[in-house]
Every structure is written in C-alpha cells, then in structure tokens.
C-alpha cells in the first residue's frame, strides 16, 4: 500500500541554525514527491517537488530536498531556519502526471527558538 | 479567480444536521480534488473530479458524504446527518489540465479550507 511516514511529530531548532525534516515513502512506481507547508488557519503552499531528472531539488523560501530511492526517502532541508519557517510541513507522494490523489505523512511541526 | 476560493470559512453544525461546503477552484482547471484533514494529521484523499465526472470517490468515509460538479466548476461537498468525528478541516484542491500539470509550478492548489466543527 501507499504510504508515507513522517517520524518526527515534532522538532524544535534555534533560528540560524541548520533544519532536516525526514520523510520516508512506500510506492510502487516511480514516485512524484512533493513537500508543503501549512500555516495555522492556511491551506497548504508547496515548498518543492521531485518528479524526475536530479534528484537534488531546490525549493521556495530556500529549502531543498533530495530524493533517495535506495532508501525511500526524500528529506527536507535548510541551511538556515528564519523565525517565519514556524510551521506544519507534510511530505507527500502523488502519482505519475500527478493527475491523482496526493498520499499526505502525518506532519511535522516546526518550532524556532529565538 | 487568483486562488482556489472555499466557503465558508467555519461551519458549526449540531450532530444531525445537514452540511454542504463550497470550493470554487482557478479558472480554467480541470481536476478538483476534495481532502479531509483531522486535528493534528495530515490530509487525506476525499474524492476527485476531473471536469464534471466524479473519477475517484475512495476515500469517501460514508455515504454519508456526498460530492458534485455539476457543470465542472464549483464543487459542493455534502455530509448528511453530521457526527462529531465529522469534525475536521476539509481542504479543496485544484490542477491544471493533465497535460499541464507536470510542468505546473504548483500542480495543485489548495484553498484555505472550511474547519466545520459539530457539536
């Protein structure tokens, strides 16, 4: 089955410093992965999405994320977390054209220390 | 217009009644996709149109739950005889035709949502 497992519920980093946000996918073909993020009382704006091609992709608001098929995985990542990166981010996993459903993780949410 | 537009914002219904949620999606998009998101997870797949045909409905809980596009534009979610677990963020989603959507900068675009609360 389709799956995609988001194993920190919660993660709190000071501000300037680095962020990883983990993301791991069950699928069984090649997978269209994506990463969003969700503000309180927001829908959901996308950070990044893999597709094909390098599998280090560059997002929105500085982030990055690489996929890795031998591990199933597809982190996300910042050199350098701002304040304003507070924040529920969900990795997901959609299918070929993404012409269908998106699969969601549970989230992680983001708090920064001043 | 310049988003996918949900109405309304918050609902509050008392368990029993009837509810019916609104997404207007972007113009000129093709698939609409409805998603139901409980307090402290992550969305999940309701139902999917593509134009007016209802392509996908899976991941609709009951037959309680009931989706039209009629004329391929505004979508209405409906739920019938509300429970509390009804009670939940529900999240609108629109994309460019097929063709178009790889290449999209955003494949799918989300509205704000409607929290409908049931008491």
């Known amino acids: 089955a389709q799956s995609v497992t988001q194993p920190d519920i919660h993660i709190t980093v000071s501000e300037g410093a680095s962020l990883e946000l983990r993301c791991n996918y069950s699928?069984?073909?090649?997978?269209?992965l994506f990463w969003y993020v969700q503000s309180p009382g927001q829908g959901l704006q996308l950070l990044l999405k893999?597709?094909?091609?390098?599998?280090l992709v560059q997002g929105i608001k500085g982030f990055e994320a690489e996929f890795k098929r031998s591990q199933s995985s597809f982190n996300l990542r910042k050199p350098s977390v701002h304040w304003s990166d507070a924040a529920e981010y969900f990795c997901?996993?959609?299918?070929?054209?993404?012409?269908?459903?998106?699969?969601f993780g549970q989230g992680t949410t983001l708090q920064v220390k001043p | 217009g310049a988003g996918v537009s949900q109405s309304p914002r918050y609902k509050v219904a008392k368990r029993g009644q009837d509810v019916a949620l609104r997404c207007d999606p972007i113009?000129?998009?093709?698939?609409l996709f409805w998603y139901q998101q409980a307090l402290g997870q992550g969305p999940e797949f309701l139902t999917y149109?593509?134009?007016?045909?209802?392509?996908?409905k899976s991941g609709l809980p009951s037959d309680r739950f009931f989706a039209e596009r009629p004329e391929g534009s505004v979508s209405t979610l409906k739920i019938q005889r509300t429970q509390q677990e009804d009670s939940a963020v529900y999240l609108c989603?629109?994309?460019?035709?097929?063709?178009?959507?790889?290449?999209?900068?955003?494949?799918?675009?989300f509205g704000d949502g409607t929290r409908l609360s049931i008491l």
């Open positions: 893999y597709f094909s091609g390098d599998t």
């Open positions: 997901a996993v959609g299918g070929s054209g993404n012409t269908g459903k998106l699969i």
């Open positions: 989603a629109s994309s460019p035709p097929p063709g178009q959507a790889r290449y999209s900068n955003q494949p799918q675009h």
């Open positions: 699928y069984g073909a090649t997978p269209y």
């Open positions: 113009s000129g998009h093709v698939s």
């Open positions: 149109f593509q134009n007016e045909a209802q392509l996908d």
